[in-house]
């Protein structure tokens, strides 16, 4: 693959890029679905190509192409060249980037066990009895389960002189379970919505979630929340679960953080950021006990956002987002680091396939743990909601106000988890929530969690990103506010 | 050479292939088939070229272009089905896709339900391919942006956006005989004006470029942020809104999936006990129409039936839905080409929805409105209850008071949380239907709307 990255690198040069680097990726996908006790989705796909990215007249050009010969690997360098060269009829200044070293080095991401050399039947197997399980119980209309495996080849070379290689395997599981009666839909999703978990692992992930037990118990809750009692509307104590408080921090923490979006690349489509230069190290954003880090290390665990690597060539880092409620950095790119003062990329660009240009993405962004226990959290809530498991989210393109609503609620009454609610929602303003956060649970409550559905960019990319998260409680927060006068 | 093979060297070096040759590299994949014993085979091939020059801050920041083709193989055998794709189009990557596919096929136990794959259909044809679209360069596309980010700057105002073109083309075939082809083009032109503290934004997309004006729709950007500058706080609460077809767009696309079949054989659709019931208001009709000259996309579904136009709502009332093959036996009725590619899970769906749409013009909604707000686009729509269809999500780029007849000032964005059942029972006015454009849903052919009663229960802080 390095003969035609090198073909690639020496075209671009040829016809006039400055600076080039290339991706050759191969990728591997398998789908498995079941719907009510039949397979539902079984397919397969794979696909390779290059990305060829230069600069060129100081401007970006990107082409990409499936023909991998040496003469469709060389038309494809030329195409970019010359798309950097139409770029630059509207530019306003030559692009400049942060110093890097060049790296030649192989990764892959640790497994214990890969999901595409174990039988189909095993897997479709353990979706078909965790679907009937579901199915046992009275009252649910529909069961669903899915697996998903990636297995991701990329071979990154620079024309500053890098070689990488790098192997990702990638596993996600969950199953789901949805019941109608009367006039009301209502579903419970285990042990995430969006498919369930999604991490940097093998099939053992899948293994690990004991997918039977935990089957009847969401379709038992799914039926229940009929006549659950709604989720009341007043300002209160708010306990978020670790998988929804991972997607709070993916809206409120991780998009505001992105550079380009701060520098307005994304205003047209993905929206600016409310974190706007002046705030760095300034903005109060959370109370002392929040720390927040970006960190793509596999140190921090096998997250949808772990890599030894960006998309442009930049060893995995571990970035201060916000520490002791200080707002200390951003996600960077070797084109915008110098704006906020660093010498050095944070290495946050990534690319969904060989055909995308790759962009600032969030890596793991989580919120390092606390020290409570759970137990002990909910003993010291006199009244409050904990809400569980993501049903609907949305924030404005600054990212200030947004509203979740989660599939299931419990009232904390004196300390005690008491009734199940229906309908739980909030509501609030990003710095206010995080700055009303009062405990974080410990280390043995937090988890990585995957998010596999991050949409950003123009052609749109999906990329998976992690959030590590324990439960947390959080003050004064309006409650129920998605079913307000509805 | 064989025809997979003059197909392999024809992609990337000469652009587009022709129709023949994609139908070569079907014909090649069901011989392959057929002669390792594979009782029935499809083949979809796909071929994409498409650009994408992006703008900010008044210059271009990325600017991309891809060839990509996609060969996607499902053989069924014995009860059993299964998918595999490759973009790879040489015999022996065929020939793996085809041995994967049957390989998951032999994996899972048998589905009673599967039908045998159909065989040769008839199909209307609609010319969908602009030359001028698939020929755009990536100077035509700069000139364009310059043009635009030129406006900007003399305005004292920063421009984001987006000039793509694509020119897309497919071809399936089955065992049975069964063969269809399109091919299509389209060019999107989006463009945000930021004028701090506040932005507006324009967007159009159509088959032919020529039918998109970037000067003027970065003008009307232009003029709207500039009047949306001194944006006011407004309390939450039920406002009469005027929502322009984009707005309007981004919420009745969250519909579209209640309209299959299978989504209400599996009860997750609004339209659950609902059907022939008067749910929205005498004045909305919905038509599914492919062949709509606003609309875009294949005369076939995924299993090459031909689409049908389907009248899903008659003036209020829900009345027939789309289906497959599965779901038409499901249900004793005829499919009516909206089938997904299977395997799958969903069903069917409509896509392409067009909306019958009225007289009015958004400046007479103005006129007749005494106090109001007039919404230019939403962001992040998301579903609340899926029953209800209760939505929630943000007004963005331009929001603006209305009172007594006229635009009085901007308003500062809200968040709604608003039932799309009671939100088509309230439309007081409506426009002429257009091809609109968004962020949220696919293109759909609906007109600008005044709606009472229009639930926003919070505000932010811009």
């Known amino acids: 693959m390095y003969d035609l990255a090198t073909a690639a690198l020496d075209t671009a040069k040829i016809r006039g890029a400055t600076y080039a680097d290339v991706r050759v990726m191969h990728l591997r996908q398998r789908d498995l679905t079941t719907k009510n006790g039949q397979v539902g989705t079984l397919a397969q796909s794979e696909s390779i190509g290059i990305g060829i990215r230069v600069l060129a007249n100081g401007a970006w050009g990107f082409a990409s192409t499936d023909r991998l010969t040496r003469e469709g690997v060389a038309a494809c360098a030329a195409q970019a060249v010359s798309i950097a060269k139409a770029s630059a009829l509207a530019k306003r200044g030559d692009v400049v980037m942060a110093p890097e070293d060049a790296y030649v080095d192989s990764w892959q991401s640790p497994f214990r066990k890969d999901p595409f050399e174990i039988p189909l039947e095993t897997q479709l197997a353990l979706l078909l009895a965790a679907d009937a399980e579901m199915r046992r119980v009275k009252g649910v209309t529909l069961t669903e389960t899915d697996m998903q495996f990636r297995k991701i080849d990329s071979w990154f070379a620079s024309s500053i002189g890098s070689r990488i290689h790098q192997r990702k395997v990638i596993t996600g599981c969950g199953v789901v379970a949805t019941s109608f009666q009367g006039d009301e839909i209502q579903k419970r999703s285990y042990p995430n919505s969006f498919g369930g978990q999604h991490a940097l692992q093998g099939y053992e992930l899948a293994e690990s979630l004991d997918l039977l037990k935990h089957a009847p118990v969401i379709a038992e809750e799914a039926v229940a929340l009929h006549a659950a009692a709604q989720c009341p509307q007043k300002t209160g104590t708010l306990i978020l679960g670790g998988s929804q408080l991972g997607l709070q921090i993916h809206e409120s923490v991780g998009h505001p953080i992105e550079l380009d979006r701060v520098l307005g690349q994304e205003a047209n489509f993905a929206g600016t950021s409310f974190l706007t230069l002046d705030q760095l190290n300034k903005l109060r954003y959370a109370s002392d006990i929040v720390n927040v880090v970006a960190d793509a290390r596999i140190e921090h665990g096998q997250g949808l956002g772990t890599f030894a690597y960006d998309d442009e060539g930049v060893p995995a880092q571990c970035t201060d987002i916000i520490k002791a409620g200080q707002f200390r950095g951003y996600l960077s790119n070797r084109e915008t680091a110098h704006l906020i003062g660093l010498q050095r990329s944070s290495g946050t660009m990534r690319t969904e396939s060989w055909n995308r240009l790759p962009i600032i993405r969030m890596t793991n962004v989580s919120l390092l743990p606390g020290t409570w226990a759970f137990d002990d959290l909910l003993a010291d809530t006199d009244d409050g909601i904990l809400m569980e498991t993501n049903r609907s989210w949305s924030i404005d393109d600054r990212r200030y106000q947004f509203q979740f609503s989660t599939e299931i609620g419990w009232e904390i009454k004196g300390g005690k988890r008491g009734r199940m609610l229906k309908n739980p929602s909030y509501s609030g303003i990003t710095t206010e929530f995080w700055n009303s956060c009062d405990a974080i649970c410990g280390r043995e409550h937090w988890t990585l969690w995957g998010t596999p559905n991050c949409g950003k960019g123009q052609p749109m990319q999906t990329m998976g990103t992690g959030h590590g998260a324990s439960p947390s409680r959080f003050r004064n927060i309006r409650l129920g506010t998605a079913f307000s006068e509805q | ?462």
């Open chain 2, 1 to 462: 050479m064989s025809a997979a093979r003059k197909f392999s060297a024809a992609v990337g070096s000469k652009g587009a292939a022709s129709e023949r040759e994609l139908r070569g590299i079907v014909d090649t994949v069901l011989r392959l088939a057929r002669s390792i014993g594979v009782a029935e085979t499809e083949v979809h091939v796909d071929e994409t070229i498409s650009a994408l020059t992006r703008f900010a801050n008044n210059a271009i920041h990325q600017n991309v272009a891809e060839h990509t083709v996609n060969v996607s193989v499902r053989t069924q055998v014995d009860q059993r089905t299964a998918r595999a794709t490759t973009n790879r189009t040489d015999e022996d990557s065929l020939r793996a896709a085809i041995e994967a596919s049957l390989s998951l096929a032999h994996s899972q136990p048998k589905n009673p339900h599967l039908l045998p794959l159909p065989g040769k259909q008839r199909y209307r044809r609609v010319n969908r391919f602009i030359k001028r679209t698939a020929a755009l360069s990536p100077e035509d596309r700069a000139q364009a942006v310059r043009r635009a980010c030129d406006l900007a700057i003399k305005n004292g105002q920063t421009a984001a956006g987006i000039f793509s073109s694509a020119q897309s083309q497919s071809a399936m075939g089955n065992s049975r005989g069964l063969f269809a082809a399109y091919r299509d083009t389209h060019a999107v032109f989006s463009i945000t004006m930021q004028e701090d503290p506040a932005a507006s934004w324009a967007k159009e997309n159509a088959a032919d470029v020529a039918d998109i004006d970037p000067q003027r729709l970065a003008e009307r950007a232009s003029d709207k942020a500039h009047r949306a500058t001194d944006a006011r706080e407004l309390a939450p609460g039920r406002y009469t809104v005027i929502l322009e077809p984009a707005a309007v767009l981004d919420l009745v696309g969250f519909l579209f999936y209640d309209f299959a079949a299978t989504a209400l054989q599996d009860k997750r659709s609004c339209f659950n006990q609902r059907m022939g019931k008067q749910v929205f208001g005498k004045n909305i009709s919905i038509v599914d129409d492919v062949y709509h000259p606003l609309q875009l996309g294949a005369p076939f579904d995924g299993e090459g039936m031909p689409r049908q136009r389907v009248l899903l709502v008659d003036r209020g009332v829900p009345k027939n839905l789309v289906y497959s093959r599965a779901s038409a036996k499901v249900a004793k009725k005829k499919p009516t080409g909206h089938g997904f590619m299977l395997p799958n899970e969903y069903g069917e769906a409509p896509m392409n929805l067009v909306f019958s749409g009225g007289k009015a013009s958004v400046e007479e909604m103005i006129a007749s409105t005494d106090r109001g707000l007039l919404v230019t686009r939403l962001w992040y729509i998301r579903e609340v209850d899926p029953y209800e269809k209760i939505m929630t999500g943000m007004t963005r780029d331009g929001l603006f008071l209305v009172e007594k007849g006229r635009v009085n000032s901007a308003a500062r964005n809200f968040r709604f949380n608003q039932s799309i059942l009671e939100m088509l029972r309230n439309v007081e006015m409506m426009g002429p239907a257009v091809r609109a454009t968004g962020e949220e849903a696919f293109e759909m052919v609906v007109p600008a709307m005044k709606i009472r009663d229009f639930h926003f229960s919070e505000v932010t802080k811009f």
